[in-house]
C-alpha cells in the first residue's frame, strides 16, 4: 500500500499508509487525553512530576506510533558477498566465510560453512545492503539475474569450457526437409595449451549409428551439419565432437518429422524443363501430389501427373486448384495465359492457393501494366547478373550459389521471402485474401540437385511451401524453433496456429478453443501447462488425472499478424513428450513429439548460456554513490522495549499515588 506521506530526517525515513495514519491520529487523541486528565489528577504535585508523566506517555505514543509504522534507516548498498554457483571448485577460494551465499542446487557439490539459497531472488532479501557480488562457478542464467536489482556490481571469472555451445536446429521438420544443426565449438578446459589451433571433428551420426555429415574446426569456430531424414517419427541422432579417435562430447540432436498428407504442386511453364524434371523427382521421393502443365504449341500441353488419386483431373479449372496447395508459373506462361485462366488463378489465391512467379521479361511487362502493378507488391527493374548469387537462409547457407534473371526487385508493399548474401531481395512475397503471391528471380534450382547438393534443393522446395502454401484448414502445431532447450523442470512454451484471415488483414485475430495435452512418451504424464498473462479460460488438461485443474490457453498475435493460441508446461521428466492439439470433445487436431533433455545434457551449452548472462552484467567496482541506498526498518525490539518500560512506570507512579 502507499504510504500518505513520507517524512526523512537525515538517514531515518518514516512513511506511514493511510489506516496507520487515521489509528495513530486516534491514538494521540486518546494520549493527549490522558495526558491532560492526568496533568490535572495531579495539579498539586510538584511540576517535575507532571511533566515526567506527560513524557512517559508521549514515548509510549511513540514506541506505538514506531510499531503500527515502522521507520527506516537508510544506509549505503555496500556490502560485498561471494556467491557460489555451479562449476566453483571447493577449497580453490580461501576467502570464502560464513557470509557468503552458495544456490544450493545449482552446484552439485556440499558447501556446509556457506548460506544456502534456494533461489538467486533470496540474496537481496538476506541482504538488503548489498552492493556487488563475486560470482564464482559458470554464473548465473538470464531468468535469474532478472530477479536482482539492475544496479547489482558484479565480478566474473569464469571457469573455462570444454564442448559444445550455442546449439540450434529445428526441433519439427516435415517429410523432405532438411535437419540443419550449428553452434560454436570451445576448447579451453584447464591444461589444454597442446590443443591451441589443433582441429577436432565434428560429425552427425544418424539413429542407425552412421556418420550422414562431418567437418572440423578449432575453438571458437561456429559449425553447420545437415541430413535429411529419411522416416517420419521421432529421431534421435548424435552430435559428436572427436579428437584422435577419443569423444570429447556425444549430444543428443532430437527432431521430429510430421508425417502427413504431402502438399498438392502445380506446375505451368510455357516449355518443358530440367528444373521441372527435377521437382518431380523431388515430388515423387517426398510424397507430393503434383501436375505439372508444359505448353508444347499454342493450344496444346503436355501434361504430367504424380502421386495422384485415380479420380484427380489434371485440367486448369477450379477443382484443380482447389486441390492444390501452391502453383508454380513461369513468367512467360503467366504473361501470355487468357485472361480468364488467370482470372481463375487470381481467385484461388484469394481462397488461400499459394503461388510463385518465376521472374523473365514477359512478367516484367506485365507487373509494369498499371492494372497489374499492385498484386504482387513489387516490380521489376532490368540488372546485369553476371554472377551467381549466395542465398542467405536462417541458420545456414546453401553449398552452391544460384544464377539469377537479370533484374532487381522494387518492392512497394510486398515482404522478403529470400535475400541474398549482401541482404538484396532474391524472392518476395504478398498477401492476396488468404493467399499468397511470391516473385522470384532464382533461376537453375536443379544445380543444387545435379551437383549432389540435393538437401539444398529440397530444403529451398519445403520452405517455399512452408511460407507460401494453402494455409491449414484447422489448429496445428507452431513449430517450437530452433533456440533454447526444453528441459525437465523448466517452462517451456508451445503454440498452435490457429485457422482464419491474418490479423494484419482483418484488424482482429479469430479466437479459436483449443487445448494442450502433453504426456510422457513411457506413459507417466508431465504437469500440464499453466496460464499465460491474462489468459482467457480454457482448459490444459492432464489426459491422466481428472484432478488435474484446468488451465488457460492465450491467443497471442505472431509477428506476422498470424493467430496463435500460446500456453506453458513445466515437463517434470526428461525424455520424449507426446504434443497433443484438442478441439471440442477432446478430439485430437495435431501431434508431436518433443524431446526434453536432462541436466546431464548439452551441459556445456548451458555453461555458456550462463556464462555469457553473467558477463553482461559484470561491472567495475566503484565507491557507493548517494543514490545507492537502501532502507532497512529498524529493528522493533526498541519500540517494545520503550513501550513496557513507559508503560510500567505510569503503572508504578499512578500506584504510588493512590497509596499517598
Avoid at 485462366?341 to 484469394?350: E, F, K, N, S, W
Avoid at 510486398?414 to 498477401?431: D, F, H, K, N, V
Wanted: proline share 9%.
Amino acid at each position: 500500500m502507499s504510504p500518505a506521506f513520507e517524512l526523512q530526517l537525515g538517514s531515518l525515513g518514516w512513511a506511514p499508509t493511510l489506516p496507520a495514519l487515521v489509528a495513530l491520529v486516534l491514538l494521540a487523541v486518546v494520549v493527549l487525553l490522558a495526558t491532560l486528565r492526568a496533568w490535572r489528577r495531579l495539579g498539586d504535585e510538584p511540576a517535575a512530576r507532571r511533566w515526567g508523566v506527560a513524557a512517559l506517555n508521549g514515548a509510549a505514543f511513540l514506541a506505538m506510533a514506531a510499531l503500527l509504522a515502522p521507520p527506516t534507516l537508510e544506509r549505503d548498498r555496500d556490502a560485498t558477498v561471494q556467491l557460489v554457483t555451479q562449476g566453483a571448485i571447493p577449497g580453490a577460494d580461501d576467502s570464502l566465510t560464513r557470509e557468503d551465499f552458495v544456490l544450493g542446487a545449482a552446484t552439485g557439490v556440499e558447501w556446509p560453512d556457506l548460506q544456502a539459497l534456494q533461489t538467486a531472488g533470496q540474496l537481496t532479501l538476506r541482504r538488503p545492503d548489498l552492493g556487488s557480488v563475486d560470482v564464482l562457478g559458470h554464473g548465473l542464467p538470464p531468468e535469474a539475474w532478472a530477479a536482482l536489482p539492475a544496479d547489482l556490481g558484479v565480478t566474473f571469472d569464469p571457469p573455462p569450457l570444454e564442448g559444445l555451445v550455442r546449439p540450434r536446429w529445428t526441433r519439427v521438420l516435415v517429410p523432405g526437409e532438411a535437419l540443419v544443426v550449428s553452434g560454436e565449438v570451445r576448447l579451453q578446459a584447464a591444461g589444454m595449451e597442446a590443443r591451441q589451433g589443433k582441429r577436432v571433428e565434428l560429425r552427425l551420426v544418424d539413429p542407425a549409428g552412421v556418420t550422414v555429415s562431418s567437418t572440423f574446426a578449432r575453438d571458437g569456430d561456429a559449425f553447420s551439419l545437415q541430413a535429411v531424414p529419411r522416416a517420419p517419427g521421432a529421431l534421435e541422432y548424435r552430435l559428436q565432437m572427436v579428437e584422435d579417435d577419443a569423444v570429447l562430447a556425444n549430444e543428443p540432436v532430437a527432431t521430429f518429422v510430421q508425417a502427413g498428407a504431402g502438399a498438392r504442386l502445380l506446375v505451368l511453364q510455357s516449355a518443358p524443363s530440367f528444373e521441372t524434371r527435377q521437382l518431380a523427382a523431388w515430388a515423387t521421393d517426398r510424397g507430393h501430389p503434383l501436375v505439372a502443365r508444359s505448353q508444347v504449341s499454342r493450344d496444346r500441353d503436355l501434361v504430367q501427373g504424380i502421386n495422384l488419386p485415380e479420380d484427380a483431373g489434371t485440367d486448369l479449372a477450379p477443382a484443380l486448384l482447389e486441390a492444390t496447395d501452391l502453383a508454380v508459373v513461369d513468367g512467360r506462361r503467366w504473361a501470355e495465359m487468357d485472361t480468364g485462366a488467370r482470372q481463375q488463378i487470381l481467385d484461388a489465391v484469394r481462397g488461400g492457393l499459394g503461388l510463385m512467379l518465376l521472374a523473365d521479361e514477359p512478367l516484367a511487362a506485365w507487373l509494369d501494366d498499371p492494372p497489374n502493378a499492385g498484386l504482387a507488391g513489387a516490380r521489376l527493374e532490368p540488372t546485369p547478373r553476371p554472377d551467381p548469387v549466395w542465398l542467405a537462409w536462417p541458420g545456414a547457407t546453401p553449398e552452391r550459389p544460384l544464377p539469377l534473371a537479370p533484374y532487381r526487385l522494387v518492392p512497394a508493399s510486398a515482404q522478403p521471402l529470400t535475400r541474398g548474401e549482401s541482404g538484396e531481395w532474391i524472392e518476395t512475397w504478398q498477401s492476396l485474401g488468404s493467399g499468397r503471391i511470391a516473385v522470384s528471380l532464382l533461376r537453375e534450382r536443379h544445380r543444387w540437385a545435379t551437383a549432389g547438393e540435393r538437401s539444398d534443393f529440397s530444403r529451398y522446395w519445403t520452405r517455399a511451401l512452408q511460407e507460401l502454401a494453402r494455409p491449414a484448414e484447422r489448429p496445428r502445431w507452431a513449430s517450437p524453433g530452433e533456440a533454447g532447450l526444453a528441459r525437465a523442470g523448466t517452462r517451456l512454451m508451445l503454440c498452435a496456429q490457429l485457422p482464419g484471415g491474418s490479423a494484419g488483414v482483418s484488424g482482429a485475430i479469430q479466437t479459436t478453443p483449443v487445448f494442450l495435452r502433453i504426456t510422457r512418451r513411457a506413459g507417466s504424464t508431465a504437469t500440464a501447462a499453466g496460464p499465460a498473462p491474462d489468459a482467457q479460460p480454457g482448459p490444459i488438461a492432464d489426459p491422466d488425472s481428472e484432478s488435474e485443474p484446468a488451465r488457460a490457453v492465450t491467443l497471442l498475435p505472431h509477428d506476422w499478424g498470424v493467430p496463435l493460441a500460446c500456453g506453458h508446461a513445466w515437463p517434470s521428466a526428461p525424455g520424449w513428450h507426446r504434443l497433443e492439439l484438442l478441439g471440442a470433445e477432446d478430439a485430437v487436431l495435431d501431434g508431436i513429439d518433443l524431446r526434453v533433455f536432462a541436466s546431464g545434457e548439452w551441459q556445456t551449452a548451458e555453461f555458456e548460456r550462463r556464462q555469457a548472462a553473467t558477463r553482461s552484467r559484470v561491472t567495475e567496482r566503484t565507491a557507493p554513490a548517494v543514490d545507492r541506498r537502501v532502507g532497512q526498518p529498524v529493528s522493533p525490539w526498541w519500540a517494545w522495549g520503550v513501550l513496557l518500560l513507559a508503560g510500567g512506570a505510569l503503572w508504578a507512579e499512578r500506584r504510588l499515588f493512590e497509596l499517598a
